[in-house]
């Protein structure tokens, strides 16, 4: 499966983005997807993930209770809705998506086996 992510973008502080990302095929609902970001001179970092057969939903501690991951099986479409943005939340965003693994590696980059090209996020002060 194919990933492409959308809706990066210029923003002031406080604003907020929308980010998709889409499969190009199916079973992309019984994939679990997540969502990291590579600030600039940073290592790539977990953003948020939901589980693809409970729909249970994930974030790391700095985006918690500003950010919100959803998907549309229907669409095969995984979202991240970015609010009160703030400059440290600039980087390049990457969804990412895998068809099998434990709850236990949901935040791990690598354990992840499909990869979206990246959009860009910068957030201004």
């Known amino acids: 499966v194919q990933l492409q992510a959308s809706g990066g973008g210029l923003v002031q502080a406080g604003g907020s983005l929308r980010l998709s990302c889409a499969a190009s095929e199916r079973p992309a609902s019984r994939y679990d997807m997540g969502w990291f970001r590579q600030g600039p001179g940073k290592e790539r970092e977990f953003v948020a993930a939901v589980r693809w057969n409970t729909g249970s939903t994930y974030y790391a501690d700095s985006v918690k209770g500003r950010f919100t991951i959803s998907r549309d099986n229907a669409k095969n479409t995984v979202y991240l809705q970015m609010n009160s943005l703030e400059p440290e939340d600039t980087a390049v965003y990457y969804c990412?998506?895998?068809?099998?693994?434990?709850?236990?590696?949901?935040?791990?980059?690598?354990?992840?086996?499909?990869w979206g090209q990246g959009t860009q996020v910068t957030v201004s002060s």
């Open positions: 990412a998506g895998r068809g099998t693994g434990i709850l236990s590696t949901i935040r791990n980059a690598a354990a992840y086996t499909h």
